[in-house]
């Protein structure tokens, strides 16, 4: 099958790509006011798209489970699960919590980071270069952090 | 085909928003299978160009990421697309946002992105450094640490009924509210 081959699925992806770059931008969740704006409770917009995309992906994430729907190469769909860490999930908290902080700072969370270099905001290279250090610098204490 | 970019180039309520983010977990589970989540390409990245020793990086990250950094490649295209042919500068902020943000010295006018991320003064000044370097390593270290950004979390996280997305969206808000309450506006005040 032609969409089954290995050209298409590279195809595929980018254009996924594509349509989430539009998407980011013309929800305006590249913001950065918009980001400062949802923080300080100014406005629904943020709020609304959030809980819109929740909505649906729920519905979607059910009905996948619920139908046992598989992809296109024949396998069951197996949504995402997320392992717990511990009694009280301390690493999404702390982790979640220094993300929030360089989300406020940068007005942008990763996706938009990149797309905002699709704007010509050349500047957010730098944020890019910056996490890709703060990603190796994790990866040097994963074991103390994390455990394991 | 006019039609249409006439229709991408309006701005976009936020419920066509939110749906148009919510078809991107069935684009990718029926495809392939594949989980919605941008920042492990963090990860991917760093595991091809600088894995070094750390356990953490040594893997396939070809096999692993190469089509979410295909997505990622796509991103930077559908942004640009976006800019240059769906005009995005109508963004229509509340009156108390844009009371807030003038009240920082920032300008607002309907753009979306503020002008002083693209002016030297900015970014060659000690809250451009922080703003840009220190909150890009906390977007790594952070996404990493948490295991997953707002895609991974608050998007196809929540959608799953996830408890540790749940408590990671909650960590988002607490330094999120943090930063722009008290970080931020310190910060320009210099």
């Known amino acids: 099958m032609w969409y089954k081959s290995s050209v298409f699925r590279w195809v595929y992806y980018l254009l996924v790509g594509v349509w989430f770059g539009i998407v980011m931008t013309k929800s305006e969740a590249v913001s950065w006011f918009r980001i400062q704006e949802m923080f300080h409770f100014q406005s629904f917009h943020m709020y609304g798209i959030i809980g819109t995309a929740v909505g649906f992906g729920a519905l979607f994430t059910f009905l996948m489970k619920r139908f046992k729907a598989k992809d296109v190469f024949g396998n069951v769909v197996v949504p995402e699960q997320k392992v717990r860490h511990g009694r009280f999930n301390a690493r999404y908290l702390i982790g979640g919590t220094l993300f929030g902080l360089g989300w406020a700072l940068t007005g942008a969370c990763p996706g938009p980071v990149f797309v905002l270099v699709g704007h010509g905001i050349w500047s957010m290279t730098i944020v890019i270069v910056s996490a890709l250090i703060g990603t190796k610098v994790f990866a040097r204490f994963h074991g103390q952090l994390v455990g394991g | ?190």
Not at chain 2, 94 to 115: D, F, R, V, Y
């Open chain 2, 1 to 190: 085909m006019q039609g249409l970019i006439d229709w991408l180039s309006q701005p976009w309520p936020w419920y066509v928003s939110g749906f148009m983010i919510a078809l991107l977990i069935p684009l990718l589970a029926l495809y392939e299978g594949k989980p919605f989540g941008v920042s492990r390409n963090f990860r991917h990245i760093c595991a091809a160009i600088l894995p070094g020793k750390d356990a953490y990086l040594r893997y396939d990250w070809k096999q692993e990421g190469l089509w979410n950094l295909t997505i990622l490649l796509g991103a930077v295209l559908g942004g640009w697309v976006a800019s240059v042919y769906f005009n995005p500068h109508q963004v229509q902020l509340s009156a108390g946002a844009t009371q807030l943000i003038a009240h920082w010295g920032i300008k607002t006018g309907n753009e979306l992105s503020p002008a002083f991320l693209l002016e030297t003064d900015f970014l060659f000044s000690i809250k451009g450094v922080l703003v840009l370097v220190l909150g890009g390593f906390l977007i790594g270290f952070g996404t990493r640490y948490a295991n997953g950004c707002t895609s991974g979390h608050a998007i196809a996280g929540l959608s799953n009924f996830q408890l540790p997305s749940l408590v990671a969206v909650v960590g988002f808000f607490i330094g999120g509210l943090l930063g722009s309450w008290f970080v931020l506006p310190i910060l320009f005040k210099f």
